[in-house]
Structures are given as structure tokens and as C-alpha cells.
Nanobody, 121 residues
Framework: QVQLVVSGGGLVQPGGSLRLSCAASGTIFSIGAMAWYRQAPGKERDLVAAITAGGTTNYADSVKDRFTISRDNAKNTVYLQMNSLKPEDTAVYYC???????????????WGQGTQVTVSS
């Protein structure tokens, strides 16, 4: 009953910026941690950034100081602002959220469909 819809991917030149959005909808009581992952061709899916319900953030070393994760609890949305993009940032980006569907249930992890980010001249 919960869906995560990802938007904002695309093609950008090195040094450019993109902003990814991931909006949760459906039966949502509250949302815990939210995170962004990415997977490049032939590579493992790696954590890019995460943010707790309280706003504490964590970043992969490869993106820290360039990417910023944030959330808007009123919109059930997590964002990833990507600046100073490099070709090695090219990957499919996925969002995931820990969601409580009711007061009586424990959190479940949901994944978005992924969006392609390509950094190339």
C-alpha cells in the first residue's frame, strides 16, 4: 500500500547539478530513516546518503561535501541535491524509506523504482 516515486534524474555535464526527489504515498503513519543508494553498471549497489527521522545525516566518502540529503516530513519526501557532479557519479539512483503504515505495526523498508543519472560531456 506504499509507493515511492522517484524523479529528477537525467543527463548533466561534469560539474553540473541535479536534484533527486523521492515521494512516499499510500498508507503512511510515519516515516523513519530515508536513504539514497546508487548502482553503476557492473558494480554493487552502494549507500550514497541517509537521513534519520531526527535529521542526522550520513554520506559515502565519495559524495560528501558535494551531495546533500534532506527531507520534508510534511510531504513525505526525501531529496538528494547533487552538486559538482563527476562522471563516476553515473548510476541508477534508488531511494528507500522505513515506513510505519499504522500505529500498531513495525517499520517496513520500501524501495523506489530508481532513476538514471548520467554525468557526461
Amino acid at each position: 500500500q506504499v509507493q515511492l516515486v522517484v524523479s529528477g534524474g537525467g543527463l548533466v555535464q561534469p560539474g553540473g547539478s541535479l536534484r533527486l526527489s523521492c515521494a512516499a504515498s499510500g498508507t503512511i503513519f510515519s516515516i523513519g530513516a530515508m536513504a539514497w543508494y546508487r548502482q553503476a553498471p557492473g558494480k554493487e549497489r552502494d549507500l550514497v546518503a541517509a537521513i534519520t527521522a531526527g535529521g542526522t545525516t550520513n554520506y559515502a566518502d565519495s559524495v560528501k561535501d558535494r551531495f546533500t540529503i534532506s527531507r520534508d516530513n510534511a510531504k513525505n519526501t526525501v531529496y538528494l541535491q547533487m552538486n559538482s557532479l563527476k562522471p563516476e557519479d553515473t548510476a541508477v539512483y534508488y531511494c528507500t524509506s522505513d515506513i510505519y503504515s499504522s500505529f500498531f505495526t513495525s517499520a517496513r523498508s520500501y524501495w523506489g523504482q530508481g532513476t538514471q543519472v548520467t554525468v557526461s560531456s
